[in-house]
């Protein structure tokens, strides 16, 4: 008896040693990639912004105020607003839309409305960019017509705003797609039982339960527009003061060696980015408490 408790001892201290080790070993790899993380962020994110805001500021905050007042750079400003207030409203309804035939409805073609909806993620913006060239050029499928009807689409305006929603009609929707199938029909089953409408359900159930998420694509959507360059570089035709948006003033002051000029107007996108990064975080923590407040009953227990 006595030799067994010994090998019984001896073995706990073992299995004991054992688990040090792993747990040491599990806190070293954690902090390892813990720093290499950081490290990534460091080198990627944290110093190009750096070297941004530096550079913008280089020679003052005189220079730096007088980049805005140039008329070439309020009209990019102007211009991207323009494209997006035009594209994420657009995008919104397209997002609600399809996300919830997705969602809620088996219907024929539902694969393929999928796919497409996910195909300015695998298109490159130059690309799609050249698809509206081909289609409303002057030597594209509908630039005829259209030049006799002086409609002007490629190097104007609208093939700008064109431009810009295709390569962002994905955020919203891909969104709120998964949010809509997972909430379920339970609570609009209910809310049609108790004699509500169909716009009363998704305006009082529906849309309340994806608040955030669809806050959160609107975010990433608006994002994206005022900060397209592919696309957009292709159907504009850089005409200064006309089709220019924020992203090609920037490359056009920076091929003529105004570097303070393309950095300050380079800042602007960045905050736009620290802002979003913001929001993003706060819709998370919104996102979180929501879920936590969320009260499932055990098995057994009485819903």
């Known amino acids: 008896m006595a030799g067994t408790v ?7 201290k073992k299995a004991a040693s054992v688990a ?4 040491s070993e599990l806190v070293a790899v954690r902090w390892l990639l813990i720093g290499i993380a ?18 913008a500021f280089e020679k003052g905050i005189g220079v730096y105020l007088n980049t805005f007042r140039d008329p070439d750079a309020l009209d990019a400003i102007r211009l991207t607003l323009l494209s997006a207030a035009i594209a994420v409203p657009l995008n919104l ?34 690309v799609s960019g ?6 409303f050029g002057l030597q594209g499928l509908l630039g005829p017509w259209l030049e006799a009807h002086d409609y002007k689409i490629i190097f104007a305006v609208p093939g700008i705003v064109l431009a810009t929603i295709f390569v962002t009609f994905p955020f919203v929707a891909r969104e709120l797609i998964p949010l809509i199938h997972a909430q379920g029909n339970e609570e609009e089953e209910a809310a049609l039982t108790l004699g509500a409408s169909g716009l009363q359900t998704f305006f009082r159930v529906t849309l309340p339960n994806v608040k955030w998420g669809l806050l959160y694509g609107v975010i990433l959507c608006n ?41 300050a107007m380079a800042s602007l996108l960045a905050m736009l980015a620290l802002v979003t990064l913001i929001i993003k975080s706060v819709i998370e923590w919104k996102t979180r408490e929501q879920v936590a407040s969320v009260t499932i009953p055990w098995e057994g227990e009485t819903a």
């Open 6 to 12: 010994t090998l019984t001892n001896r073995g706990l």
């Open 20 to 23: 040090t080790v792993a747990t």
């Open 38 to 55: 950081a490290l990534f962020l460091g080198l990627f994110l944290l110093l190009p912004l750096a070297v941004v805001f530096t550079a």
């Open 93 to 126: 309804l397209f997002g609600i839309a399809a996300s919830w035939a997705i969602a809620k409805f088996e219907f024929f073609g539902k694969t393929l409305l999928i796919t497409l909806i996910d195909l300015p993620f695998s298109v490159s913006p130059v």
């Open 130 to 135: 050249l698809i509206y060239v081909l289609i």
């Open 223 to 263: 994002a994206r527009a005022m900060g397209e360059f592919g696309a957009v570089s292709v159907v504009s035709g850089h005409i200064r003061g006309l089709t220019n948006t924020v992203p090609l003033h920037i490359e056009i002051l920076y091929n003529e060696y105004q570097y303070v000029a393309a950095f």
